[in-house]
């Protein structure tokens, strides 16, 4: 039996566009989400061009925008990023949820990477320590796995 070939995705953005769709809710927190993702897409060589910001109200507006500019044709991944902290009602289980699903949705949907960015915590503190605090930037992270996954796609070629 021979060796199982084995695809990776490589960590190289070049040549490559993205769309982040972010919240404004929770904006000192996204605001994080969303440097950390620029940060990281330019270090791994998206020109500063190959970057596109779309702003949305809420979390829950994520999948509407994000399904959008996936279904665009302009972008080979699209980074959902928001904060959605804990609150005293179930308001948090129901907007976690929504977008969750929204997102997996999206990608399904478009063939294209829609990634899952959204930070959803029970405290404030929490939310900080994942926007660049002691547990890293879940911004930066959601924009290595669209890199990765951009690359997997190249390597597995097109659905004909």
């Given amino acids: 039996m021979g060796e199982t070939p084995i695809y990776e ?54 999948p509407l925008i994000a399904t959008r500019a996936a279904k665009s044709g302009r972008f080979d991944a ?35 990477p829609v990634i899952f960015g959204v930070v959803t915590t029970d405290t404030v503190e929490q939310a900080v320590d994942r926007a660049g605090g002691r547990t890293g930037n879940r911004g930066a992270e959601a924009a290595l796995a669209a890199i990765e996954m951009v690359a997997l796609l190249d390597q597995i070629g097109t659905e004909e």
Avoid: M, W
């Fill in 9 to 62: 995705g490589q960590l190289n953005a070049e040549g490559k566009r993205f769309a982040i769709v972010a919240s404004r809710y929770n904006e000192i927190i996204t605001s994080r989400l969303i440097d950390g993702a620029k940060d990281c897409l330019l270090r791994h060589g998206t020109e500063a061009g190959g970057i596109e910001l779309f702003r949305v109200p809420g979390a829950f507006e994520i």
């Fill in 78 to 112: 699209v980074i959902c990023l928001g904060t959605v902290i804990r609150g005293q009602t179930p308001h948090f289980d129901f907007v976690a949820s929504e977008v969750g699903r929204g997102v997996g949705r999206a990608s399904n949907e478009t063939g294209l």
